[in-house]
């Protein structure tokens, strides 16, 4: 069983240039979650998806970040004109249909690593 | 509005002593989950403990164990005999009653000297 898993890695861009981040949920999970984590800071939620639908949307998702997930499967996370700001580690994590035995539980992908130059 | 505080920002302890991490929460929910991660250099989030709010028994897993008090809304976390391999950052969190957001807490950065 696969877990989340999230592509690029790590990504290093220059500021103004737009970015895009890709997320494989663990299969038949029908929920998805995108976090953002700064240094020394805890994961700050940014937006949920039930299926392709985006449920939930944070304040902190900008006029400037979008989220997709057209088919319900994997999602992605885009960026434009990038600053500095932006730099962070972007967490994707998924969770199970309801009457799972760990809908409740959120499971993390290892993490796209931005840095806006 | 949730809030998860963490109020320990950095703990150093010496190799097996016992070592015990702060949670306190805040919600309007009275359905909600609480949660332990941990998360080595790597940076992958691992989960450690998922408590439900009516569930209010402590729990214990070999070294770990949580002490779970709904009245002063706190979530600690124990681990006993501290190892080299504990050292890592660890996020307590609170999902809400929807199930759709958890709210993490800023984290304590445990270091484990040999």
């Known amino acids: 069983d696969t877990g989340v898993s999230q592509d690029p890695r790590h990504k290093i861009t220059k500021r103004g240039q737009n970015v895009t981040f890709r997320c494989d949920p663990i299969?038949?999970?029908?929920?998805l979650y995108w976090y953002r984590q700064t240094l020394g800071q805890g994961p700050e939620f940014l937006t949920y998806?039930?299926?392709?639908?985006?449920?939930?949307k944070s304040r902190l998702l900008s006029d400037r970040f979008s989220a997709e997930r057209p088919k319900g499967s994997f999602s992605t996370l885009e960026i434009q004109r990038t600053e500095q700001g932006d730099s962070a580690m972007y967490l994707c994590a998924s969770s199970p249909p309801m009457g799972a035995a760990s809908y409740n539980e959120q499971f993390f992908g290892p993490g796209t690593r931005l840095t806006v130059l | 509005a949730q809030k998860v505080t963490q109020a320990q920002t950095e703990i150093s302890v010496v190799e097996k002593e016992d070592v015990t991490l702060d949670c306190v929460y805040e919600?309007?929910?009275?359905?909600?989950?609480l949660f332990w991660y941990k998360q080595p250099p790597s940076g992958e989030l691992v989960f450690l403990i998922r408590r439900n709010s009516f569930d209010e028994q402590n729990e214990i897993s070999g070294r770990y164990s949580w002490n779970f008090q709904k009245s002063t809304s706190s979530f600690n976390f124990t681990i006993t005999a501290s190892q080299v391999v504990d050292s890592a950052v660890y996020f307590c969190?609170?999902?809400?009653?929807?199930?759709?957001?958890?709210?993490f807490g800023g984290g304590t950065r445990l270091m484990v000297k040999p």
């Open positions: 919600t309007r929910d009275t359905t909600y989950y």
């Open positions: 998806f039930q299926n392709e639908a985006q449920l939930e």
């Open positions: 969190a609170l999902l809400n009653n929807a199930g759709n957001m958890l709210t």
């Open positions: 299969s038949e999970h029908n929920r």
